[in-house]
């Protein structure tokens, strides 16, 4: 169904709210709000303020107690809020880093508290203040000279033009959207889930295809591999090191004493490997000339590239042609096969539920996850024949493609669910639907009106 619009509009006098029904009202934060800034106390929770869930009710948990408040006489230094105060973290109010709070208890100095001056929901605030074009207005008002560096004070903030419809159409509004943006997120949550499905069946497919092949029914035999049961009796085991004709790691440019440059040669972190790819985001760039002094370090096709160090360590991608040039770090090791069959084989191999389980236990004995390059070249592979890796491999190649092509149109979905989130809270909180009279309106199925 489509959404009716109100009978009659009125300009609002402010750019980004547009027109609004000619009964709303338009006000500037300072007429609704005070800034207070009340000591904390001992028996009141610590509350958290997420950009995606805005206000806990509840106490921080331990660990992020542990991060947030190092002594007890901190917590005279928080700020006491209560139910129906407006609270904005001043570097990050324009990404959607402010809340309603619904529980008395304190929140950190680095937050403002706003206190409504007259009754009038908050909640409605909150959602009008999470349209796209609010935020945009916040970052506006906020000062700094590039983006991690704003803050959005007290003195902007107030100076805020917001509308207001009466306070009956005020919770009338919150009902609505509180009921039906429920059904969106709990579609949101099944193409979730179905992704994380589609990422199980991928990680079965791989290992049974790299352990066991094609062939159910081949003789198969015990593999010496520590763990791993067995292999079909043609396989060899071999070490990855004599799959490869170089294993080596990267190199950071500080030791050569050159830096991080705006464009350039690409240079690939552990973070940009992830689910079995490399990816070209975060980007980070050196210099041709640096490029040429690292030339130890210089990535070519189908290297595989293996994190050694960090919290990702053992996660696996094979570099692509259109990488490079290319670069990496000391925390990411590269292995070199003299066969591209091997480069496939090793990557898939890499990220088998067994690999991935032996490197966690061989890294809980330091306080750092690492994998050392000896290990990583001794590490044992079952290997089939070049034919038969040939065989798996398009088999792989068919069978990920199906799953990562699902994967896909549920993510596809879970966007379009997003942005229809985002539209009907947005169309309702600034007046361009009407929704009284409409309490059993379906939002997840409807569009709204032009």
């Not at 809340?99 to 908050?122: H, I, L, N």
């Not at 975060?282 to 210089?298: Q, Y």
């Not at 993510?411 to 009279?437: C, W």
């Amino acid at each position: 169904m489509s959404f009716p619009r109100y009978p009659r509009y009125k300009d609002s006098g402010v750019e980004w709210l547009g027109r609004i029904p000619e009964h709303w009202d338009v006000l500037r934060a300072t007429h609704l709000f005070n800034e207070v800034a009340e000591q904390g106390s001992e028996d009141l929770p610590i509350l958290s303020v997420s950009i995606h869930d805005g206000v806990s009710d509840d106490e921080l948990n331990d660990e992020q107690l542990d991060r947030k408040v190092s002594r007890s006489d901190d917590r005279s230094k928080y700020k006491r809020v209560q139910p129906d105060d407006l609270v904005y973290n001043m570097m990050r109010a324009w990404q959607g880093g402010f809340g309603t709070v619904r529980a008395t208890g304190m929140v950190s100095p680095a937050y403002v508290v706003a206190r409504p001056k007259s009754r009038f929901s908050t909640v409605f605030v909150e959602h009008l203040l999470r349209t796209p074009n609010a935020i945009e207005e916040m970052r506006r008002h906020s000062h700094g000279v590039t983006d991690f560096r704003l803050r959005l004070y007290w003195d902007s903030f107030k100076d805020l033009y917001l509308t207001l419809p009466p306070h009956d159409e005020q919770l009338a509004i919150i009902d609505f959207l509180h009921r039906e943006v429920a059904k969106i997120d709990a579609l949101v949550s099944e193409q979730q889930r179905l992704i994380e499905l589609l990422k199980e069946k991928r990680q079965a497919v791989i290992s049974d295809a790299v352990t066991k092949g094609l062939d159910r029914n081949a003789p198969t035999r015990r593999t010496g591999i520590e763990g791993m049961d067995e292999v079909p009796t043609h396989w060899e085991v071999k070490r990855i090191k004599h799959l490869s004709a170089f294993i080596s790691k990267g190199t950071t440019p500080t030791t050569i004493g050159a830096e991080f440059v705006e464009t350039g040669v690409r240079f690939l972190k552990a973070e940009n490997i992830t689910d079995g790819r490399v990816s070209s985001e975060p980007e980070f760039f050196i210099s041709p000339e640096t490029h040429r002094l690292m030339v130890r370090s210089n990535l070519h096709d189908l290297d595989v590239l293996v994190v050694i160090a960090g919290a990702t360590t053992g996660k696996s991608a094979v570099v692509t042609e259109d990488l490079l040039p290319a670069n990496t770090n000391q925390a990411v090791a590269f292995v070199r096969c003299r066969d591209k069959r091997h480069a496939a084989f090793v990557n898939f191999w890499m990220s088998t539920a067994f690999v991935q389980e032996r490197v966690k236990l061989a890294s809980v004995q330091s306080a750092q996850p690492n994998l050392s390059m000896e290990d990583l070249g001794n590490m044992q592979i079952p290997v089939p024949s070049p034919a038969e890796q040939t065989q798996i491999l398009d088999y792989l190649d068919a069978e990920l493609g199906r799953l990562d092509a699902l994967t896909g149109e549920a993510a596809k979905a879970i966007e379009l669910l997003e942005e229809h989130r985002v539209a009907l809270i947005s169309a309702a909180v600034t007046g361009k639907i009407d929704l009284r009279g409409l309490a059993g309106a379906k939002a997840s199925t409807a569009v709204v009106a032009a």
